[in-house]
């Protein structure tokens, strides 16, 4: 089955910028989608189509995807953008879908 | 607005069966399709599969199919995920949530979820 590749963990000083990465040999003809899941909390959709905010997601957060990765960058990180995020991409035909399996992201 | 309101924490036995229901509002029921993720303590989120809202087609995650049934209910806009012969794997908080885009060509990208239910398997 596809699957999705993300380091577990990301720590980053506040201020400083973030960088996710999701690899998975399809992204170079399908698009990924990131979510932002605080603890406790349901997941929320920050990036959709490889690079798109949806209305309410800040500037800082962004998209992009190259070959077989995907990265999400936070700029400016703080201590509220703490979180698991995770990407989410299709299989060929668009039957499966699959998500990554999260990278924490700590600011300290 | 949009809100998916989900049925309460179950308890079960290993190889029982288990259905939560997910009751949606606040939006015309038949145009968006719904997911079903799930993510066990400590885990990841893991897409289980995707229920049309206006035809009832279901489709099922590998891992998942034989065992789980996705349905809907149009007269209460409500959909259901039965999953059945229960391991304590399987112990997980259950996520519906709804499709971004209204069915179309793009489906089984969610967007707005509901609380999560959390399902206790024990052996």
């Known amino acids: 089955s596809y699957e999705l590749t993300q380091p577990p963990s990301v720590s980053v000083s506040p201020g400083q910028t973030a960088r996710i990465t999701c690899s998975g040999h399809?992204?170079?003809?399908?698009?990924v989608y990131w979510y932002q899941q605080k603890s406790g909390q349901a997941p929320v959709m920050v990036i959709y189509?490889?690079?798109k905010r949806p209305t309410g997601t800040p500037e800082k957060f962004s998209g992009s995807s190259s070959g077989a990765m995907a990265s999400l960058i936070i700029s400016g990180a703080q201590g509220e953008d703490e979180a698991d995020y995770y990407c989410?991409?299709?299989?060929?035909?668009?039957?499966?879908?699959?998500f990554g399996g999260g990278t924490k992201l700590t600011v300290l | 607005q949009v809100q998916l309101v989900q049925s309460g924490a179950e308890v079960k036995k290993s190889g029982a069966s288990v259905k939560v229901s997910c009751k949606t509002s606040?939006?015309?029921?038949?145009?968006?399709?719904l997911n079903w993720v799930r993510q066990g303590p400590g885990h990841g989120l893991e897409w289980m599969g995707w229920?049309?809202?206006?035809?009832?087609?279901?489709n099922y995650t590998q891992k998942f199919q034989g065992r789980v049934t996705m349905t809907k209910d149009t007269a209460t806009s409500t959909i259901y995920m039965e999953l059945r012969d229960l391991k304590p794997s399987d112990t997980a908080v259950y996520y519906c949530?709804?499709?971004?885009?209204?069915?179309?060509?793009?489906?089984?990208?969610?967007?707005?979820w509901g609380q999560g239910t959390l399902v206790t398997v024990s052996s």
């Open positions: 949530a709804r499709d971004r885009w209204v069915e179309g060509p793009r489906v089984a990208v969610p967007d707005f």
């Open positions: 606040g939006y015309i029921f038949d145009n968006f399709g």
């Open positions: 229920v049309s809202a206006k035809s009832g087609d279901t």
């Open positions: 399809l992204l170079s003809k399908k698009y």
């Open positions: 189509e490889d690079n």
């Open positions: 989410y991409s299709s299989d060929n035909n668009d039957d499966s879908w699959v």
